[in-house]
């Protein structure tokens, strides 16, 4: 495993929606997350691209905001952290998050991630990852 993260351009957002939606998908699935991808770098969201052996096997997505009231505190907010599932075996997850956080997330900053409160995988993971639960959110359904 030879795992390097980079930055991701705009010019990517087509290959990481092809990554990310699978086959099987319509086009226009496709074609709604990498518009999705556009509006996040458009709106100052960092993507950075992931790399095993220079194959594309994932990215991840983050916003980093400065806090208003404390200048030296600053928060980045996790939205997309996409291994494709052929590349994530055991150990990779941890080891590009461990990569990512040391190389692209501000060392000041607090690190905020939602996942569903079902996904039993990505809350072990995140647990191992030092994240711990911080809030809920509440959602009321447009149903009344």
Do not use: C
């Not at 993260?5 to 086959?23: M, N």
């Not at 509006?39 to 993507?47: F, H, P, Q, T």
């Not at 404390?70 to 055991?90: V, W």
């Not at 079902?118 to 509440?138: I, L, N, Q, T, Y």
């Amino acid at each position: 495993m030879n795992i390097k993260l980079k930055p991701a351009r705009l010019s990517d957002a087509p290959i990481l929606a092809e990554l990310r939606v699978s086959e099987s998908a319509d086009k226009d699935s496709r074609i709604i997350h990498e518009k999705e991808l556009i509006g996040k770098i458009m709106g100052g969201w960092k993507i950075v691209l992931i790399e095993d052996n220079g194959v594309l096997i994932g990215y991840s997505v983050f916003l980093d905001e400065a806090d208003p009231v404390h200048i030296d505190s600053m928060t980045t907010f996790i939205s997309d952290f996409y291994i494709h599932p052929a590349f994530n075996r055991p150990g990779t997850p941890e080891e590009i998050f461990r990569k990512l956080a040391d190389n692209y997330l501000p060392k000041q900053s607090s690190l905020v991630l939602d996942i569903s409160e079902h996904d039993k995988d990505a809350h072990g993971f995140w647990s191992r990852m030092g994240f711990k639960p911080s809030s809920v959110r509440m959602v009321k359904s447009e149903a009344r």
